[in-house]
């Protein structure tokens, strides 16, 4: 029963500081958002300066008052350590990592001391993921990078953001429970499956106004420009150069209608999330190719191009297909809530 | 297991000092074969922790542990309950050791050890113990301290600072809790024995035990006198009477027992319990005494105890008594008087004074009829004893070994030679033989002032014993001394002084023998230590004793509300000091640089300081502008900056020129007015 009472009152307390919390970007955490309770070994340690107590009076030891007094003593004093290792720290959310879906999604924090005072063994984590432990001793800010787990593909906002502390003593422990203003795409994960081949007869209407393009980095051969330092050696024109005409290189283009596309109905035996899936792994397959690409799924058409910024575009309207919310990892299970917190585990 | 609740390697270090700090003091009260275990146990840790041994596997564990319950069962046959437990601890702390993975196998093993050390004051109380106490103190919770703290700081000597400096701020609290916390009786009646052996008078006398305690110089009280001291030939310290001799050595008949039990069974009475009248000369000495533990139940006082403790009660010899043996150091006022005592004797008692072995000693019988035959009254016949004892006798702390039989016959006519205990048993022989009723008192005589704070200390060797007759004519009870007689010295000079070159006084305490402390300078400090000691005892080790007085006197009248007030009071003003010292805003440390252009940004105010965002550069190109007779010694600044801040081997002097521009410049800003940089210069 005391275990449920616990659970319950660690859940209100949950609850009460995320509603006391807005979304920041950057917070400082000062006493209106700190928690303090004695933790597990802190109710030890009272139960044990008890059987001191007893001793004392039993046996009229007054050098056995002075040290079960003087443990007291440094039990309330401990409580003032503790908060000092949370007070005044401040927290920036810097962005979020976007990941495939069933993978950690990663997060970039910035915690920065106040002033030159020292903060040791902070736990930060988001969730329900394991945390990482952060010291800052030489009043330098400090990155870190914490993990969740997304519960699907979509826009994912960071779950709520435990900080806590043990440290001096593990008497106490002070924490608090922080809304965290970062989002990241989460994007289908990748299945391998089906065929890409008979892509191009599919037809696609728009394959008549995409004319043949020249594109960069194809195998044509296009002519020559002026050497920049930092371009292939491979592609230097020598022979040019070694009659002293001077460092150029030679350029390729593609003149190619090789273009593929990413179409929502390759696959119509499958069910959208599957499909989601496959096309996202055919994306990767393409991006490592030389050809381009585009997507075709309903309500969203990106013409064949190539190159990082084109691949994380298709990767974004993958992930957020058919979703307009923001999902959280709350979305996973409603009801689980995190443990209890208090005490050493 | 997670790698946050690992136990970090620093801990490791830190929990094994701790141990071994934390069982030092128990070295010579637990058996010894619980120590080589601890040793064996912190030397696998020890291997274990440097990679080459693993943990001993659970079956070894679990047959260790049942061979020490067994070991310490058996222990229980000739140790005190208290060692038992104490044994207990440390073996369940040693063997904890060896099965430690987690934090939480260390917080156990701390928490015991916090247990212990608060355990290890049953057994030693002194300062250097309670000064090794707090060490060890701070050294478990810095250990404690290194197991909250995350793997990559393994700074080794941190977590001690720290810990000490929570030791700092957590003291004046502990002075508070610990002056006002209300001392209540005993909870529950506990066994007080902690299995320690005392040195000191014994409810039985043979004419030897007195000079066995010569060998030591331990302390066996401590008085503290309100007024002037008695004169050194008068302190004499009544312990307790021996009233029965069985032929071989003196006792405490039954009937005395009986009635010291009956009486500390009965209700407290008056403390003054009214006593014969007091020869007429006898003056009233107040004192309070600190007691060293006896083991037993009697308690010392000077001379004639009046005023007494209500838990003591007096018995028919004036002997102080009190329920419980004594195990712990105690204190208590009293209030004495020297000199002779008169008592109204039945004729029970008288013939109780008189009792002797039916036979045996008859040479000293026959003496004493003869002495009855020649002399016409008491006063007569003492005192041609007390010449018989100054005319042939030698005072002597190693005298010739006596023969079972007759043994006083042996002391009086053959060997001459003995120490308090032998003239005193002797003395009270003769006078019961000549039907003068007698009894022998044990006690100590003298006493070493301390000018440092003035307080009488008597040592052990200072144990003596004497007589006390009862005149049938004045009816009063008279203390006769034959050692007096025989040493005279002994009543004058400090034992110590006497007995300097008798070889074995002292015996077992060389240091003090050996004059090693009786050099002046060496004895000045020892006194002083004696006086801090005596403070210490009665301020801090009895200060259950005293802590109503004191409290009355602070706060009139002790309601509990007085003294909430009186712990949160102080303990809120301890407690926000911390925190403004834990919490005050501290900014990063400025170069001088930086201090120059901050005092720069002074004088130049708000609207032409160095706004969020500009560069130095850009800042002194502004102020080239809005001050144009500056121009020139902004330029300079500039310049000088850039070089302070990135030239690769920077002229040491320029940061001083950076600044000495600045001072120069500052009063110029002042005077001039700036120009609007946004309106365009005329």
Redesign the interface.
Known sequence: MIVSIRQRLADAAYEWSLKRSPRLKKLTLSQRRIYIVPSRSGFLFLLLLLVMLVLAINFQNNLMFAVTFLLASLFVVTILHTYANLSGLTIQFLRGHPCFAGEQAAFDLLLTPQGQRQYESIQLRLGQESGSAVDLLDDQPVSLTLYQTPPRRGMFQAGPLLIETYYPLGLFRAWTWVQVDLTTPVYPRPVKGGQLSDLNSVGSGDQSSTDQSERPGGEEFNGLVNYQPGMSLKRVAWKHYARGQGMHAKEYVELSDHHRWLSWALWPELSPEARLSRLTWWLLQLHHGDEAYGLDIPGCHIPPNRGEAHRLKILAALACFGLDGVSRESDLAPSAKPASQVGVR | M?P??QLARSSMIWLLVSILMVMAPYISIVPSWLFVLALLAVGWRLMVYRGRWSFPHWGVRVGVMLLVLAGLVAELRHSSVMVVTVGLLIAAFVLKLTEMYR??DA?VIL?VA??L???S??FY?SIPM?LY??LS?IVV?AC??T???????NDIWRPLK?SAV??M??????LI??LI?P??????Q?D?NSGQSFTGLSDSMSPGDVSRLTRSAEIAFRARFDDPLPPENRRYWRGLTYDQFDGRAWRRSDVLVAQSRAAVKSKPKPQQTVLGDLAPNSQTYHYQVVMEPTGQRWRYGLDTPLRYPAKFRQIEDWTLQEAQPLM?RTQYSLASRIGAVREALSTAQIDHYLQLPSTGNAKARQLAQRWVAEQSDIKGFTAQMMSFFARDFRYTLEPPLLQQNDSIDQFLFQSQQGFCGHFASAGVLLLRAAGIPARVVGGYLGGEMNPVDGVLTVRQYEAHAWLEYWDKEDLSWHRLDPTSVVAPLRLEQSAAQLFSNEPSFLADSMLMRNGFLSGAFLKQLRQRYEAINYDWHRW?????ERQSGLLQRWLGDISVVNLLLMIMLP?ALV?SL??VS??R?????KDDVMKALAQLDRCLGPKQQRRPGETVGQFFDRLSLAFPTLTEEFETLSRCYEQIRYAEDLNPELPQQFKAIIVRCCPLILKASPIDAARPAL
């Open positions: 997670k946050l609740f934090r939480r917080l928490y916090f247990l050390i608060v355990c004051f049953l109380q309670a106490s707090l103190l919770t404690l301290n197991v909250y703290r995350s793997q990559q700081n720290r929570l030791y701020q957590a003291l004046p609290m502990m809790l610990f916390f001392r209540i009786g005993p909870l529950w506990v007080m712990q801090v080790l009895n200060f259950h303990g407690l911390v925190a834990l919490l805003r501290r900014g990063a440390p």
